[in-house]
């Protein structure tokens, strides 16, 4: 699970830990979950630990793997880097200490553009002291309905070099985004058996708050049984913006 993604805004994975724990409605149908239990039945070492079955599932037990600090040294050319497409690096269950080292790799490998994501907001503002804040690191949170829109002030409060917003799943509407210090807004539909609807009057909202506030943004997917089922057109156009394409100055 790492190297090349076929993630439409980010180029390689890295999985410094892996497993989590659902905690909001975004979490219902997590991709990582299943395909954790699939890895598990491969025989995958990284997905041998079962997490709690109310919350997680066969294979995604939240697991720490230090011998994959060393990967992004590996990497000679730049690339831009997720980190942690399968778990959630602000999970409570890893400890501070690993989170600095995970913070450390970065620093030291400024040729790539790291993209952490988290719904954990709350543990990521408290101990955003604690860790190095290089110009490489973009550190995002998931928003998938208004009553997430919370870690969306946790965020603000953080000193990384693009601060952005993961809307998806988008779940319902989101009329009064508050976008100051945000630098890149990502949205999309759930894909998926069971994926939920997704409204386009939703999207287009999103978007237009987008415009009118200067934000880059980038739509997705609309989602359906396979990520690619409805494609990513929207109102005749492939919204691909990112603060770099947009010509925003980042580190």
Known sequence: MADRSAIEW???????????DRISAGCDHCY???????LKAMGHAKYQADGD?????????LTTHPDALRLPYR???PRTVFVNSMSDLFHARVPT???REVFEVMADTPRHTYQVLTKRARRLRLIADQLPWPGNVWMGVSVEDASQTHRIDDLRAVPAAVRFLSIEPLLGPLPALDLRGIGWV???????????PL?????????????SS???FFFKQWGGRTPKAGGRSLDGRTWDQSPRRMGINVA
């Open 10 to 20: 980010t180029e390689a994975t890295w999985n410094p830990t892996t497993g989590c």
């Open 32 to 38: 990582a979950l299943t395909l954790a239990k699939r």
């Open 53 to 61: 079955p109310r919350t997680s599932g066969p294979g995604f037990a």
């Open 75 to 77: 990497w000679r050319a």
């Open 97 to 99: 200490t690993f989170v």
């Open 186 to 196: 990502i949205v999309g539909g759930e894909s998926g058996p069971g994926h939920r």
């Open 199 to 211: 409204d386009p009057a939703w999207v287009r909202d999103v978007r237009d708050q987008c415009i």
């Open 214 to 216: 200067k934000v880059p």
